[in-house]
């Protein structure tokens, strides 16, 4: 998904699993990914119940383990479901994580 930096402690046997999360919330539920400048990004997600809950533990789980990102969630309105807004912030140092995890965003909109 991205290059993971030294500063990542997540154990390197976990890593795939990590991934593998990340990918099917990019596949199933972002909709729109806004690079706001090289070390800000917001991702809009909707999904079915849950989505929220979901977003907000694989945040906490991620800052963790990569504690240079700054993962904020915000709950949005939705017509149906739930809707989610995941701010991603970086040090400078890290912009291009940010760059790699933004592509992949966008690439799971390209491949629905």
Excluded: K, W
């Excluded at 998904?1 to 030294?6: A, G, I, Q, S, T």
């Excluded at 890593?15 to 593998?20: K, S």
């Excluded at 939705?78 to 970086?90: F, H, R, S």
Aim: glycine letters at 6%; a negative charge; hydrophobic letters at 45%.
């Amino acid at each position: 998904m991205y290059d993971v930096p030294e500063a990542c402690t997540l154990p390197t046997a976990e890593r795939p699993v990590r991934l593998a999360e990340f990918g099917d919330l990019f596949a199933t539920a972002v909709h729109r990914v806004d690079p706001v400048d090289a070390t800000r990004a917001r991702l809009h997600l909707t999904g079915a119940a849950g989505l929220a809950a979901r977003v907000r533990d694989l945040a906490a789980r991620e800052t963790e383990c990569c504690s240079f990102f700054t993962l904020t969630t915000t709950t949005a309105q939705a017509t149906d479901g739930e809707a989610v807004v995941l701010d991603i912030e970086v040090p400078p140092a890290h912009a291009g994580v940010l760059a790699s995890l933004t592509r992949r965003a966008a690439a799971g909109l390209r491949n629905r």
